[in-house]
Structure formats: structure tokens, C-alpha cells
């Protein structure tokens, strides 16, 4: 069955960029229907949604994070990303990976990495 | 779209009903809401599509009901593995939004 794996730097420096891939496995992330996405939750807060992406690679952002993120997705390896420009403390956040069908409610879940934002 | 919550913690007992809120700052396209429930160090998981459809697997003690602006998740005869953080989330527009959540507690 489909799984989704994070993966990435656990640890990036302030002012540097932030990295991660969502590894799909069980099945392939070309289907048109699928679609791929980012979302985080700092500790002890709620959920956030930052972008999704399409095979073709149209791609969707949260405004408020628009301006330092870009999602990308590469068909061959099966894999999308996410890199997060100039982090600061506030991008301190478990992150995971998810699939929504058709753009609808997210039904498949990564199981999240912790990325944290220090010197 | 702002999704609000209510209330931000429920304290209740095993086998008692549980009814969480959320409401919409405009009015969801075509009912397009989700509930999410999420236990610490899991990843959240979906139980509720379309305001009111259970996802694949959930029991039928979960429900969705509403329209429009005002949604709510009902779980009867709470189980002891149903006290968790509950989330709704929006997809009706391209800019998808989640609530800020209900812990429910045990009592």
C-alpha cells in the first residue's frame, strides 16, 4: 500500500535554508488525481498547511509562506520537496508529508519529522 | 478562510458524547470540510470528508454534520482511545486552512 517517508536535516542554522523530501513508495506519484503536500505543526501547536504540488508540477502555497518556500517534485524518483528559505526560530516545527486526492481532505500521512531551527 | 474551534478543551468521561465545533469566517464551498484526529506522536488522521462523510475504516461513532459556516464532530460513547486533539480543515478554496483544535480530556 502507499507509505510516505520525511526525510532531511534535523537540525538547520538560522538564516539558512531548509530542506526536505517526501519519498513515496507503494505506488506511483504520477497519478493524475493525486496531489502532494507539505504541512507543520510547531510544538505544542496546531496543524499548518504550506503547499501542495501536482505531477505536472502545478504547485499551491499558503501566502503567508509563499515568499520563502518553493515545492518541487521529481517524477523519476518518485519523490517531492520542500525547501524553506531564511528559516528562523518560528520555522521550528514537526513537518509531514501528505497526499490529498483530487486537492481534496488529506488521507495519507507521513509520519512527520522534527526539524529544528539553531545555532 | 478562518476556521474557529470550540471549545479549546472538552473534559468528559468514557462512554459520554462528545460535540466539537467549528466554525467558518465565509461560507465552505460545496461543504468541502474535514475533522482530523490526531494523538501525541502520531501523524493526525482523517475521519470525517464532505462535512459529514467517515473516511475509510472510522467507526460509526464518528459523526459530521453542518453546512455552510457552522460544522460540527460528534463522537458517541467515547472509547478510552478517542481522547486526542481534534482538527477541521477547509479545501474549498486553493488556500487550505485548519483549525486551531479541540483537546478532549479525560474527565
Known amino acids: 500500500q502507499l507509505q510516505l517517508q520525511e526525510s532531511g536535516p534535523r537540525l538547520v542554522k538560522p538564516s539558512e535554508t531548509l530542506s526536505l523530501t517526501c519519498s513515496v513508495s507503494g505506488g506511483s506519484i504520477s497519478s493524475g488525481d493525486d496531489y502532494w503536500a507539505w504541512i507543520r505543526q510547531p510544538p505544542g501547536k496546531g496543524l499548518e498547511w504550506i503547499a501542495t504540488v501536482h505531477y505536472t508540477e502545478s504547485t499551491y502555497y499558503s501566502p503567508s509562506l509563499k515568499s520563502r518556500v518553493t515545492i518541487s517534485v521529481d517524477t523519476s524518483k518518485n519523490q517531492f520537496s520542500l525547501k524553506v528559505d531564511s528559516v528562523t526560530a518560528a520555522d521550528t516545527a514537526v513537518y509531514f508529508c501528505?497526499?490529498?486526492?483530487?486537492?481534496?481532505?488529506?488521507?495519507?500521512w507521513g509520519r512527520g519529522t522534527l526539524v529544528t531551527v539553531s545555532s | 478562510i478562518v476556521l474557529t474551534q470550540s471549545p479549546g478543551t472538552l473534559s468528559l468521561s468514557p462512554g459520554e458524547r462528545a460535540t466539537l465545533s467549528c466554525r467558518a469566517s465565509q461560507s465552505v464551498i460545496s461543504n468541502y470540510l474535514a475533522w482530523y484526529q490526531e494523538k501525541p506522536g502520531q501523524a493526525p488522521r482523517l475521519l470525517i470528508h464532505a462535512a459529514s462523510r467517515r473516511a475509510t475504516g472510522i467507526p460509526d461513532r464518528f459523526s459530521g454534520s453542518g453546512s455552510g459556516t457552522d460544522f460540527t464532530l460528534t463522537i458517541d460513547r467515547l472509547e478510552p482511545e478517542d481522547f486526542a486533539v481534534y482538527y477541521c480543515q477547509q479545501y474549498g478554496t486553493s488556500v487550505l486552512t485548519f483549525g486551531g483544535g479541540t483537546k478532549v480530556e479525560i474527565k
Open positions: 501528505a497526499r490529498h486526492v483530487n486537492f481534496w481532505s488529506f488521507d495519507l
